[in-house]
Nanobody, 125 residues
Framework: QVQLVESGGGLVQAGDSLKLSCAASGPTFSSYIMGWFRQAPGKEREFVALMHWSGSNSYYADSVKGRFTISRDNAKNTVYLQMNSLKPEDTAIYYC??????????????????WGQGTQVTVSS
């Protein structure tokens, strides 16, 4: 059974930084893909960033490229999302997600089976 627990959200001002954490428990994640998504009020859940648990490649949405960084700590089974230069439009509930990786790039929420409960990020102007 896979369990994901996000933390690190909060209320910040535009230009500030936050670091989200996603602690994962369950199977060995070496063949998994890890993603961060977000959902703003009245909008669909959208892709933010992803990386393979056992690889070094990472992918980002254009809206966060250069400001957000996804990383992981294998020893802690934890994935991070460092968010810098935050903007009011980054306000959303942020979710981490995982699933077994087979091929391709997993940009769609539908490609992930396991989800955390979400953490609220609010950026004031």
């Amino acid at each position: 059974q896979v369990q994901l627990v996000e933390s690190g959200g909060g209320l910040v001002q535009a230009g500030d930084s936050l670091k989200l954490s996603c602690a994962a428990s369950g199977p060995t994640f070496s063949s998994y893909i890890m993603g961060w998504f977000r959902q703003a009020p009245g909008k669909e859940r959208e892709f933010v960033a992803l990386m393979h648990w056992s690889g070094s490649n990472s992918y980002y949405a254009d809206s966060v490229k250069g400001r957000f960084t996804i990383s992981r700590d294998n020893a802690k089974n934890t994935v991070y999302l460092q968010m810098n230069s935050l903007k009011p439009e980054d306000t959303a509930i942020y979710y981490c997600a995982v699933d077994r990786y087979y091929s391709g790039i997993y940009y769609s929420p539908a490609q992930y089976k396991y989800w955390g409960q979400g953490t609220q990020v609010t950026v004031s102007s």
